[in-house]
């Protein structure tokens, strides 16, 4: 079975600050799919990144980066200098990548983490 | 806007009735998924269709049912309703997810009030 693990129910910052969103995970699959998702108040869900299992190169998209580490099955997510239009809820989810295997196109996800950026 | 369209955007009914949860994917997307979001169970996959068919479950209850239709949208049917039914529930479209996993991308979800 798979499970995503985010530790961090609620992080308060302050605007300007980094915050990094920890996301640990378990599968028993060789091949996956990580995802990051934002829902901020409105509630929609907004996908933020896709890592295949294969790729461990970190990305950074403008003031988002994240780190892959497959050693220690993280998948964390940093934001730098943080806004207060990054209040949301973020997820950090997990997906088979393998056709016919049993947790391919199912997303799991972490119970999420409510990032709250103060002015 | 993520391009999946959900209708309706809120639904309150009573205990026993029946509700469906219509959803409208992206242009050109074939993968249809529908998820359920409560406090307490956190989002959790229901059930994913391709092209008209069933492809994968998740914890559907046997009281929820869904359906592709030849023009791709999809509905998810929900009866015999209970208190703990109330939840946010999500449809995600993805192109194909036949050979390469897609990113799925989630519509804005219907909000179920059961009272």
């Known amino acids: 079975a798979q499970k995503v693990t985010q530790a961090q129910t609620e992080i308060s910052v302050v605007e300007k600050e980094d915050v990094t969103l920890d996301c640990v995970y378990e599968?028993?699959?060789?091949?996956?799919?990580l995802f990051w998702y934002k829902q901020p108040p409105s509630g929609e869900l907004v996908f933020l990144i896709r890592?295949?299992?294969?790729?461990?190169q970190n990305e950074i998209s403008g003031r988002y980066s994240w780190n892959f580490q497959k050693s220690t099955s993280s998948f964390n997510f940093t934001i730098t200098a943080s806004q207060v239009v990054d209040s949301a809820v973020y997820f950090c989810a997990l997906s088979g990548s393998i056709l016919g295997g049993t947790s391919y196109g199912k997303l799991t996800f972490g119970q999420g983490t409510i990032l709250t950026v103060h002015p | 806007d993520s391009g999946v369209t959900q209708t309706p955007k809120h639904l309150i009914t009573a205990t026993g009735q029946r509700v469906t949860l219509r959803c409208s994917p992206r242009?050109?997307?074939?993968?249809v998924y529908w998820y359920q979001q409560s406090l307490d169970q956190g989002l959790q996959f229901l059930i994913q269709y391709y092209n008209g068919e069933e492809r994968a479950k998740g914890n559907i209850l046997e009281r929820f049912s869904a359906q592709q239709f030849p023009d791709l949208h999809s509905e998810l049917n929900l009866s015999s309703l209970e208190l703990g039914d109330s939840a946010l529930y999500f449809c995600?479209?993805?192109?194909?997810?036949?050979?390469?996993?897609?990113?799925?991308?989630f519509g804005p979800g219907t909000r179920l009030l059961v009272l």
């Open positions: 599968t028993r699959d060789t091949t996956y799919y």
């Open positions: 890592r295949n299992s294969f790729d461990e």
């Open positions: 242009s050109g997307d074939l993968s």
């Open positions: 995600a479209s993805s192109p194909g997810g036949v050979e390469v996993l897609e990113t799925q991308y």
